[in-house]
T-cell receptor, first 112, second 115 residues
Framework: GNSVTQMEGPVTLSEEAFLTINCTYTATGYPSLFWYVQYPGEGLQLLLKATKADDKGSNKGFEATYRKETTSFHLEKGSVQVSDSAVYFCALSDHNTDKLIFGTGTRLQVFP | DTGVSQNPRHKITKRGQNVTFRCDPISEHNRLYWYRQTLGQGPEFLTYFQNEAQLEKSRLLSDRFSAERPKGSFSTLEIQRTEQGDSAMYLC?????????????FGPGTRLTVL
């Protein structure tokens, strides 16, 4: 069945450091891929998405590229801020139902 | 605020009791999803509705769980005879098919604690 695997956290970085959170997926067909973010005490928010191979999603300085050949959708940011501290979830969606299948989440902690 | 709302935000109950949660989606959104999230895990799909029709239920949804969306607007999720293993955050999301790749918008969740 469809599944998402993402790197375990926590990821601890200093402000302005480069961020990579790895995400790989297993799916039949061609799912859409997403990164969601959950800030402390808040609900899930869509951070970015890509709907087909080689698409790059981007938002708030974060980027991820849909790599079909490596079945990956790694999240990157060139310079993290303390305010980026949150839990990040990689997810894919089934094209028929749009139900989301999430990874286990990666906690990011950014220190000044 | 026109986002997805969920009530109650927190529920503490004793094992064996029944609980009901409510989700109000974004108006005009025709799809509504329920997910469950346990500590340290990502959300897991439970069920979804298109308008008032329940189109899919996960194997996670035992016979003690029932969900309804009677008029295609708000939805309720009921858990009968709660067990400690039901303790989790229950998330609701809604989407509008055909718009922006059916992006799902999530509510704040209902945190259930079964004692």
């Amino acid at each position: 069945g469809n599944s998402v695997t993402q790197m375990e956290g926590p990821v601890t970085l200093s402000e302005e450091a480069f961020l990579t959170i790895n995400c790989t997926y297993t799916a039949t067909g061609y799912p859409s891929l997403f990164w969601y973010v959950q800030y402390p005490g808040e609900g899930l928010q869509l951070l970015l998405k890509a709907t087909k191979a080689d698409d790059k999603g981007s938002n708030k300085g974060f980027e991820a590229t849909y790599r079909k050949e490596t079945t990956s959708f790694h999240l990157e940011k060139g310079s993290v801020q303390v305010s980026d501290s949150a839990v990040y979830f990689c997810a894919l969606s089934d094209h028929n139902t749009d139900k989301l299948i999430f990874g286990t989440g990666t906690r990011l902690q950014v220190f000044p | 605020d026109t986002g997805v709302s969920q009530n109650p935000r927190h529920k503490i109950t004793k094992r064996g009791q029944n609980v009901t949660f409510r989700c109000d989606p974004i108006s005009e959104h025709n799809r509504l999803y329920w997910y469950r999230q346990t500590l340290g895990q990502g959300p897991e799909f439970l069920t979804y509705f298109q308008n008032e029709a329940q189109l899919e239920k996960s194997r996670l949804l035992s016979d003690r769980f029932s969900a309804e969306r009677p008029k295609g607007s708000f939805s309720t999720l009921e858990i009968q005879r709660t067990e400690q293993g039901d303790s989790a955050m229950y998330l609701c999301a809604s989407s509008l098919t055909g718009v922006n790749y059916n992006e799902q918008f999530f509510g704040p969740g209902t945190r259930l604690t079964v004692l």
